[in-house]
């Protein structure tokens, strides 16, 4: 049986018993149904990523940045939203920018399974043209950079942007996985 132990809006302390009867302690989202994470390929020759400030990595000290993608959750705040429908509003507001073609790749991945109960579906949103239809918003001062690189050098800018003290997150390493699948 579950037991909550701190409830807020939108983020939830629960415990569990595990099958062998131990305590375990995990997050759990009481206000959305699914996280979506997209990476934008604009041309098939850039990635659009996002430089994030993340204040758990902040108040640890262990990043002051955060390399992400577009990503949400799925009706926290448009009730009977769909995945697909959370996947173009995301990029909408994220990036400002419209898919010509989505191609949903994974669905059910863990984000950190031991801690959080949440579920990532990944997808890769193909943009013939870099257009920005809408300004997109900071995400309450969340978002502080869009950065385009070219697909070529992903690997190596990644690296450079760890070396410097930038935090990778793991759903953009995951959705990079399916570049060219």
Not at 22 to 32: G, L
Not at 35 to 64: G, S, T, Y
Not at 70 to 84: F, K
């Amino acid at each position: 049986m579950n037991k909550i132990l701190y409830d807020t809006k939108y983020l939830q302390l629960k415990s569990t018993k595990s099958k062998s009867g131990h305590d375990w302690v995990y997050a759990h989202r009481p206000n959305a149904k699914d996280v979506v994470v997209i990476l934008p390929i604009i041309n098939n020759e850039k990635i659009l990523f996002l430089k994030e400030e993340r204040p758990p990595l902040q108040a640890e000290k262990v990043a002051k940045y955060c390399i992400g993608l577009p990503a949400g959750l799925v009706g926290d705040e448009r009730i009977g939203e769909s995945i697909e429908d959370a996947i173009k509003a995301e990029l909408l507001e994220e990036a400002g920018l419209v898919a010509d073609r989505i191609e949903i790749k994974t669905r059910k991945m863990a984000s950190s399974a031991g801690c959080v109960s949440e579920t990532i579906t990944i997808a890769i949103a193909y943009i013939n043209e870099y257009n920005v239809v809408q300004k997109p918003v900071s995400d309450n001062g969340i978002i502080v950079d869009r950065i385009l690189v070219d697909k070529s050098n992903i690997y190596s800018w990644l690296q450079e942007q760890e070396k410097i003290g930038n935090a990778l997150t793991a759903s953009t390493l995951a959705a990079l996985f399916y570049l060219e699948r």
